[in-house]
């Protein structure tokens, strides 16, 4: 085998051309890292816009397209694009395969992204301004109405969604072909099980998604009217849809964050993940609920109450599969022999804060409640736990745990440590308040608001330019690691860290497991 | 720097400090939204509760089971019957909290036996508000953002109601079952009074419909809560609610408001009358688009405009009839022949187009449904 171990290629055309899983995951990461950033500076106009009643920095217009592009930039370039970074990096070294089933796919479903994001975030230049009718883009505001840049954006997302299915075949296609002898299916760590489910969410609702900006493209220059009333459609039917496609969006983006965290408290806990195999039984369950519990985003569209009831019951029991995987991660510390690295930290804030956010859904699914508490702050209270508290610290965790396997250098514990807890005080600051304002009666998506809602928002914004300034801090931390953090050369780096990836040698290798390794011990158990 | 200062320490204390900061849902004041509140209560205790429990145990384990205290870890890592426990239990809690939210949903949804119906229409960016009549004479008016620009770019001190304020509110009845019947002109909007508990999306071929039966006196004000465009957090919502004897006497004296409105529609006004009106209906209907000086904005400008300055009839069919697939909508809802002269008027001899044309309500006639 000696003549087939070579390193990366020379020069800078190396990542253009490559199709090693490693590189691809670098690439992914350090992409949606910055595309975390740019979304992270539209949210710092949002908030400073919000600082004080009165329109002071931007216009409604502009605010607009803020929001709009904030959250399609999160959602679609930092937070999924990270964890399939994220999938690239390990599946392989999980499940012991030299590499993704598909090489060549992975080069072009990440190469395809940059462009997308370039010719989205264009449109901010382009007259008429840049899509702002949110990141749920409602027909007619996003068609009728909509700027002339609506077309660059529904190109984007056709775009986006081509790499997203790209990106989940091969992973389908590595987990169901690749892993090393004895890796059995119930053997597979829970972070390859939560991406196996999460990539069928993919290939099944993306395509969904791509339906739906067509009927728009269609709706815009081809005078069809799929989502017109004047001309036979239905604007209802564009929620429909979108929703179909957005609910299990929210379990994509959830599910790999579950799969993280399942990874490190165990191993910070110094004892096998509790419940193996109902956490997988829990995640299916929980994709599966996803595909029918769509419309509790449209309690107010004026639903039959048929449907109303339906909707409600079916998105009140994913509470129990959540719940179970809590107790389990709770059962998983409990009695172990717990210690707090910065990985571990951000686990248990993931922990804490995403339970948090899991029973304001709880709240939200209560239909007749929920018309209280739709499309107010309460909303973006609720969905920033999930998202940020939930996949962005999820997300945070994997770094500073699998960084020092990645280049083989230990990352500042002090600095991470100071990262997590401005993070954590300047989150809560952040979005802790906007439940207040909404159940007092903030709209979201307003750029101005009446006066009794100031103090909240102050503070609100307060606690955004804090958790905002932590990520600097967090970016500093990783490029000092990379390129002088201490030496690690201990395959395991923690002690308690279990998996094939932990087998290779400290910094990994260019290509790891070309003979595969063999499987004995069930995963998760020492 | 001191008076942000200030602020932050003030917002930081906030829920101490003053008495504005509401922290909670309002049970408003319908037998609804009381429901409604006790539900959102009950539901926020038993996931408080849980929590408490939950987390006592994360955090007990956290402070016992350090391995800086020495702690060894036991090796268990699965338990049929616990997983069964903890997959019942949360389901029957579940049970527990569907019942109420059940019979809930189910008043929300009763919409029968209305004693009035107001239908509501939302257009970009007001409410527009008409009360069906067996008679056919029904009332519709515009209600329109009355907080001045002024306060909103922070010129002038912001009033108690700032952004909720409206020139004319929703008038309703106390007592009364009302039914609302909600749709829109252009794009999505949705019309809610927190302290009504009514929320609805007003969607553009659609008729939602809400109700509310007021039991006291007073001011409701909510705010449109779907995201319609640029002006989205400036169409406000004013409810006032009213005794049934007053409601009568305001349906009456509207009613006779509109009659004298249509004799001056035979008339013919002076410049200076069609001026001044003319300068109010541009101030409520053109601004924000077109600009407070006529400077234009999201819409052309109108100082200087060939299209104002020149042929009256392109220009009032361009005001009537609106320019399709652009935010320029069709005023002759919305104005009636008056308002339509008053603003034509206004538009070609202010901001310098001094074009020296009256348009008569008269020259209008059939251009408004208004
Ligand atoms: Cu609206």
């Known amino acids: 085998m000696g003549d087939h171990q070579h390193g990366p290629a020379k020069g800078m055309l190396r990542w253009l051309y490559t199709t090693n899983h490693k590189d691809i995951g670098t690439l992914y990461l350090w992409f949606s890292f910055a595309m975390f950033l740019l979304g992270g500076f539209f949210a710092m106009v949002i908030r400073a816009e919000l600082f004080q009643p009165g329109m002071q920095l931007v216009e409604p217009a502009f605010f607009n397209q803020m929001t709009t592009l904030h959250g399609l930039v999160m959602v679609f370039g930092a937070i999924m694009p990270s964890f399939v970074g994220l999938a690239n990096w390990l599946i392989p070294m999980m499940i012991g395969a030299p590499d993704m089933a598909l090489p060549r796919m992975n080069n072009w479903s990440f190469w395809i992204l940059p462009p997308a994001f370039l010719m989205l975030a264009s449109t901010l230049f382009m007259e008429g301004g840049a899509p702002a009718f949110g990141w749920t883009f409602y ?54 099980w939560t991406w196996l489910i999460t990539a069928f969410l993919l290939v099944a609702v993306m395509p969904v998604l791509a339906g739906a900006v067509t009927m728009m493209l269609m709706d815009i220059h081809f005078g069809t009217s799929f989502f017109s009333a004047a001309g036979g459609g239905d604007p209802v039917l564009f929620q429909h849809i979108f929703w179909f496609f957005g609910h299990p969006e929210v379990y994509i983006i959830i599910l790999p964050a579950f799969g993280v965290v399942s990874q490190i408290i165990p191993a910070f806990s110094r004892k096998p993940l509790f419940g193996y195999a109902s956490m997988v039984y829990a995640t299916a369950s929980i994709a599966f609920l996803s595909f029918v519990v769509w419309a509790h985003h449209m309690y107010t569209v004026g639903m039959p109450v048929a449907g109303e009831l339906f909707f409600m019951y079916a998105t009140m029991l994913i509470a129990v599969p959540t719940g179970v995987k809590v107790f389990n991660w709770i059962s998983t510390m409990w009695r172990g022999s717990l210690s707090f690295e910065t990985p571990m930290l951000f686990s248990i804030g993931f922990l804490v804060l995403f339970t948090l956010g899991g029973f304001t859904g709880l709240m939200l699914s209560i239909a007749p409640a929920d018309f209280q508490y739709h499309d107010t702050y309460f909303v973006v209270a609720h969905f920033h736990y999930v998202m940020v508290a939930g996949a962005v610290f999820s997300m945070t965790a994997a770094i500073y745990y699998w960084l020092p396997k990645w280049c083989g250098r230990m990352y500042s514990e002090s600095m991470g440590k100071i990262h997590f807890w401005i993070s954590f005080i300047g989150f809560n600051i952040t979005f802790f308040p906007q439940h207040f304002v909404g159940l007092a009666g903030m709209p979201r998506r307003i750029p101005d608001y009446a006066l009794q809602f100031a103090d909240f928002n102050m503070m609100s914004s307060i ?13 500093y931390n990783v490029i000092a690691t990379i390129v002088s953090g201490e030496r690690v050369s201990d395959e395991k780096v923690w002690d308690g860290a279990e998996g094939l990836e932990w087998t290779v040698p400290t910094p990994a290798p260019y290509h790891t497991f070309e003979e595969p390794p063999l499987v004995s011990k069930p995963a998760g158990t020492f | ?66 391995k800086s205290r020495g702690h060894e870890a036991s090796q268990f890592h699965e338990s049929t019957k616990v997983e069964i426990a903890w997959t019942v239990v949360p389901f029957l809690i579940l049970i527990g909290m569907a019942v109420p939210a059940t019979s809930t949903l189910l008043e929300v949804y ?91 999306d007003a969607i553009p071929g659609f008729i939602n419909e809400a109700w509310t039966r007021v039991p006291q006196e007073g001011i409701y004000r909510g705010q449109c809560t779907e995201l319609c465009g640029a002006y989205h957090g400036f169409m406000p919502v004013v409810v006032h609610a009213v005794s049934p004897e007053e409601f009568q006497a305001w349906q009456a004296a509207k009613r006779g408001a509109a009659q004298a409105e249509s004799q001056l529609a035979m008339q013919t006004l002076s410049a200076d009358e069609l001026m001044a009106q003319g300068k109010a209906v541009y101030e409520t209907s053109c601004g924000a688009c077109h600009g407070a000086q006529g400077e234009g904005g999201i819409g052309n400008a109108i100082a200087g405009s060939s299209v104002v300055m020149g042929d009256l009839s392109q220009h009032m069919a361009i005001v009537a009839k609106g320019v399709a697939g652009t935010a320029m909508q069709a005023f002759d809802a919305q104005l009636n022949e008056v308002e339509l002269a008053a603003v034509l008027t206004y538009q070609r001899n202010a901001f310098g187009n001094n074009t020296g044309d009256i348009v008569q309500p008269g020259d209008v006639t059939g251009m408004s449904n208004g």
Not at chain 2, 44 to 58: K, T
């Open chain 1, 139 to 192: 027909a007619p505001l996003s068609t009728t109405y909509a700027p002339p840049s609506v077309t660059f954006f529904i190109f984007a997302i056709h775009i986006l969604g081509v790499s997203s299915i790209m990106g989940s075949i091969n992973i389908i296609a590595t987990v169901m072909n690749m892993r090393a002898p004895g890796m059995t299916y119930m053997k597979m760590p829970m972070f390859v």
């Open chain 1, 463 to 475: 606690g955004a330019f804090i958790y905002g300034a932590s990520q600097l801090l967090f970016l």
């Open chain 2, 1 to 66: 720097m001191g008076r942000i200062f200030s602020g932050v320490l003030l917002a930081l204390f906030a829920s101490f400090t003053a008495a504005q900061n509401q922290v909670n849902m309002s049970p408003g004041v319908t037998e609804i939204g009381a429901d409604i509140f006790e539900l959102h209560m009950l539901i926020m205790w038993i996931c408080v509760v849980i929590g408490v429990a939950v987390f006592a145990v994360m955090f007990y384990s956290i402070y016992a089971h350090r």
């Open chain 2, 110 to 200: 009763d919409n029968d036996e209305a004693e009035l119906d107001v239908l509501i229409t939302g257009h970009q960016w007001k409410w527009k508000y008409e009360y069906l009549d067996e008679t056919g004479e029904n009332i519709s008016f515009f209600s329109n953002l009355t907080t001045p620009q002024e306060e909103i770019y922070n010129t002038e001190a912001k009033g108690d109601h700032y952004l909720l304020e409206v020139d004319e509110p929703l008038v309703i009845p106390t007592n009364t079952k009302v039914r609302f019947l909600i749709t829109a002109n252009d794009v999505i909007h949705s019309w809610w009074v927190p302290e009504l508990a009514v929320k609805r």
